[in-house]
């Protein structure tokens, strides 16, 4: 998505707050080489204030993240600042590539790209956009495991439990 001529670069650069069913969800959006892209997704809790999308694609990721909160199956399609190293990156798209209504544990991740289950564990806790890079589908080999960075029972495990069991995984 391109700016318009109408549009500066300091417009365009917001973060929204928009609700979701298991809390808050955070959307950035901002500037990269001329394109707006979204650089951020943050799972916040549900006391956060709600902030309404000030640009189009603010707007198109709420409207693809309702359209995920609806219907599990449903395949996002947004443009993505590039971000995070040569191994996240592996990480993220092996992840992205796993379909919902089913999980992958970190080592059969870690498996197939050559690398250790703690460094998928850690690529996954930087996962700068959930929900898109669908990091709750990576479990634990004996159990749910943790997420984002989180080992006990918390928001974020919270999340990944609604998520998975939206999904039909649990």
């Known amino acids: 998505m391109t700016l318009s001529k109408n ?3 300091a417009e365009s650069a917001r973060y929204c707050v928009i ?3 298991f809390g808050r969800l955070g959307i950035l959006t901002e500037l990269v080489d001329g394109s707006l ?9 549900a006391k956060i ?20 909160f609806k219907d599990p199956h449903f395949q996002f399609d947004l443009p993505m600042k590039p971000l995070g190293t040569i191994h996240q990156q ?13 999980a992958k544990t970190y080592g059969e991740i870690a498996s197939a790209i ?6 998928v564990g850690t690529a996954c806790g930087a996962n700068p956009f ?23 029972p918390g928001l974020y495990r ?4 609604w998520l998975l069991k939206h999904e039909g995984v649990l």
């Open 130 to 152: 959930p929900l898109i890079t669908p990091c709750h589908r990576v479990v634990s080999a004996q159990g749910i495991g943790g997420f984002m960075k989180e080992d006990s």
């Open 114 to 119: 050559k690398s250790g289950p703690r460094a």
């Open 7 to 9: 549009q500066s670069a």
């Open 90 to 102: 592996k990480v993220w798209q092996r992840i992205r590539e796993i379909p919902s209504g089913s």
């Open 49 to 68: 204030t709600l902030s309404k999308p000030e640009n189009e694609l603010a707007k198109e990721v709420v409207k693809q993240c309702k359209a995920y």
């Open 158 to 161: 919270q999340i990944k439990v």
């Open 19 to 21: 609700d979701a069913p």
């Open 37 to 45: 892209m979204l650089s951020k997704i943050d799972y916040l809790p």
